[in-house]
């Protein structure tokens, strides 16, 4: 695992990733609601816990998990080392998926910027999967039910409750509020702390914010890799 003074050295090298302006995200107010959920990897033991918790409460099938965690080998001035990375659908503000779906039965609550599924409309076709540029919908290898993704575990906002991958984060890694909320944790992390969202070129303004990644950070590699390849 990626130990402290390694990460620091990692974070303060190379200039390839770029983060985001925290003013312009916060100053991006919509009605109602805006959620997020900010990941600190420096936090992050790759437990698996979330992907776990999340499986558990959701009953998702195996190969169709609505949250993972990959590990990739860097390399440092004292050689290589592993870091442990969160990924699950980024409740972007412009996303690509719900402009693929032919019947609109994925769309982005206007309450709150949750990108949902109406699962008595969507007809499997399985392209919103395909048009996720995160890879963050699993598919229906048989198309006889509806892509899996995270959706914040809106049964659980409704209840006071938070999303179950940050209720049970061993490394207190995962946090989750509303960014309309200047005084909530998502908002001062943000505000305090210099944030990346992950392919930022492609234009989706993802609500899923990153702290403590290296500047060389190759998110396209990341997200290309097996999240169960490490495990072996």
Same mark, same amino acid.
């Given at each position: 695992?990626?130990?402290?003074?390694?990460?620091?050295?990692?974070?303060?090298?190379?200039?390839?990733?770029?983060? !985001?302006?925290?003013?312009?995200?916060?100053?991006?107010?919509?009605?109602?609601?805006?959620?997020?959920?900010?990941?600190?990897?420096?936090?992050?033991?790759?437990?698996?816990?979330?992907? !776990?918790?999340?499986?558990?409460?959701?009953?998702?099938?195996?190969?169709?998990?609505?949250?993972?965690?990959?590990?990739?080998?860097?390399?440092?001035?004292?050689?290589?080392?592993?870091?442990?990375?969160?990924?699950?659908?980024?409740?972007?503000?412009?996303?690509?998926?719900?402009?693929?779906?032919?019947?609109?039965?994925?769309?982005?609550?206007?309450?709150?910027?949750?990108?949902?599924?109406?699962?008595?409309?969507?007809?499997?076709?399985?392209?919103?999967?395909?048009?996720?540029?995160?890879?963050?919908?699993?598919?229906?290898?048989?198309?006889?039910?509806?892509?899996?993704?995270?959706?914040?575990?809106?049964?659980?906002?409704?209840?006071?409750?938070?999303?179950?991958?940050?209720?049970?984060?061993?490394?207190?890694?995962?946090?989750?509020?509303?960014?309309?909320?200047?005084?909530?944790?998502?908002?001062?992390?943000?505000?305090?702390?210099?944030?990346?969202?992950?392919?930022?070129?492609?234009?989706?303004?993802?609500?899923?914010?990153?702290?403590?990644?290296?500047?060389?950070?190759?998110?396209?590699?990341?997200?290309?890799?097996?999240?169960?390849?490490?495990?072996?």
């Amino acid at each position: 695992m990626l130990d402290r003074r390694t990460l620091l050295k990692l974070i303060a090298s190379g200039t390839a990733f770029s983060a !985001v302006s925290s003013q312009a995200v916060l100053a991006a107010k919509t009605p109602g609601k805006r959620y997020a959920m900010v990941f600190d990897v420096r936090k992050c033991t790759g437990c698996l816990s979330c992907t !776990v918790n999340c499986s558990i409460e959701n009953q998702t099938q195996p190969g169709r998990e609505r949250t993972v965690v990959t590990q990739l080998s860097l390399t440092s001035d004292e050689g290589p080392a592993v870091i442990a990375l969160p990924n699950q659908c980024n409740q972007c503000e412009d996303p690509s998926c719900v402009k693929a779906c032919p019947v609109k039965a994925t769309f982005k609550r206007p309450e709150d910027g949750i990108v949902v599924i109406d699962y008595d409309r969507c007809i499997h076709c399985m392209n919103c999967v395909k048009a996720c540029p995160y890879g963050a919908r699993k598919e229906d290898p048989e198309r006889k039910n509806p892509p899996e993704k995270c959706n914040f575990c809106i049964h659980r906002l409704n209840e006071g409750l938070l999303p179950a991958c940050v209720e049970s984060c061993i490394g207190g890694a995962r946090y989750f509020g509303d960014l309309n909320d200047e005084n909530s944790v998502v908002s001062q992390l943000i505000k305090n702390n210099k944030t990346y969202v992950l392919l930022e070129s492609a234009g989706t303004h993802p609500n899923i914010f990153y702290i403590g990644l290296p500047e060389k950070f190759e998110d396209k590699k990341w997200l290309s890799a097996d999240s169960k390849e490490w495990q072996r």
